[in-house]
């Protein structure tokens, strides 16, 4: 008999659910990229293009984005999609960290397992992509602060199941619409187009995995339980939206921080984006029992709702 510390929670996996992890690894083998061949690293950045469409810049629409000259436009968007990528670093060492957990002493012979690798193995490629990209582009590490990193290390240690696949979800879905744009951008750098087609392909076999995970977790889960993921999700939610754009990118485009901050913030449009990207991530929410009231009040102070 197993000692009480190493007994696996018991959860109910079936073959249907295994075949979902068939399908993807089928679709991994046949669609994935290597970012070192595929990204043109060594092409020069046209002066004039964008790191990011202009209508995802936090500032875009606003009093103060009218007041800016091209060049600081292009050093914004380039700092803002520089500081998202390091925060998605930041987010895949987390969720690397969560999926392998998370798979110890399962049955390696599994697809679910074999996925769940391949998984690791593909955002592995993706951080040393963008790295490269924050490189290329001269960005410099837009960290977390200390309380929030604190955080994202508690997150990473303590969660479980339904609640860190349901984190990783969320990162997944709000990047997915943002760089759908990006990939599509007449005037955003080529660099930021291409790992963005990349990152788009990719992840979307790692969010139809969360999610059939997310559902298999639940299944036959009573009321306490959804409420407690629920808010687990949503508290993960606003760490990483809150995030995803760091103070300095203002200092870095020659803006008044504070001005900017208080600008990005009351942005109407701004707020009709994330609630744009978060569509279709609170409606599987909600079909899951997962948009509990607690959780909606703090997904539309950060305007996902």
Known sequence: MAHPAERIPTRTHTAADDDVSKRLLDSAATLSYDPAVEIDWDAPLPPGQYGLNPEWSTLYGTALWAEMTEEQ???????????????????????????LRDQYLNNPAGAEFRFALTEIADECRHSIMFARACEKMGIPQYRPNQVVAQAGRAYKTLARGELAYGGILV?????????????RGENVLDIVRGTSRIHVVEESR??????????????????????????????????????????SVYKAAGLDVGRALAEARASEHRRAMMRTSSRHLMAFLAENGLLTAAAARLYRRIHML
């Open 171 to 183: 990162a997944e879905e709000v990047l997915d619409v943002m760089q759908r744009d990006w990939m």
């Open 73 to 99: 436009r292009v050093t914004l968007t380039r700092h803002e999609v520089g500081s998202i990528m390091t925060t998605g670093i930041w987010f895949e060492m987390i969720l690397q960290q969560m999926v």
């Open 206 to 247: 790692h969010m139809k995995f969360a999610r059939q995970e997310i559902r298999e977790r639940l299944r036959g889960a009573g009321t306490l339980r959804r409420r407690n993921a629920a808010f687990g999700i949503a508290v993960g939610a606003y760490v990483i939206v809150t995030s995803m754009v760091h103070p």
